[in-house]
């Protein structure tokens, strides 16, 4: 099992990136895909997750109406679009899967992870 993140860079406040997470070593479209995200000192935090069961998604507060997850199963791919950013969103940003159908919100349940993309929000 094997996750690669990409996509990250620097942006200005307001900008906008996205993220792709490629999958390999097994079928994503059976299992669910998370974000994660780590800023300096702090803990990671869940920020979206996309299940397998009628690809329900799942937002963090801080980013919910900016941020969007999909996946591309034909590609093993899935994505995360980042809108309106603020200095806030900057972290480094992780792809995870515990390859099980439905989401969790919670580091700690994912056992795969990718290696990270960083995000950088400043002007």
């Known amino acids: 099992v094997q996750l690669q993140a990409s996509g990250g860079g620097w942006v200005q406040p307001g900008g906008s990136l996205r993220l792709s997470c490629a999958a390999s070593?097994?079928?994503?479209?059976?299992?669910?895909i998370g974000w994660f995200r780590q800023a300096p000192g702090e803990e990671r935090e869940g920020v979206s997750c996309?299940?397998?069961?009628?690809?329900?998604?799942y937002y963090a507060g801080s980013v919910e109406g900016r941020f969007t997850i999909s996946r591309d199963n034909a590609r093993n791919m899935v994505y995360l679009q980042l809108s309106n950013l603020n200095p806030e969103d900057t972290a480094v940003y992780y792809c995870a899967t515990d390859l099980i159908r439905t989401c969790s919100i919670y580091a700690t349940n994912y056992d795969y992870w990718g290696q990270g993309t960083l995000v950088t929000v400043s002007s």
């Open positions: 996309i299940s397998s069961v009628d690809d329900t998604t």
């Open positions: 070593g097994f079928t994503l479209a059976h299992y669910a």
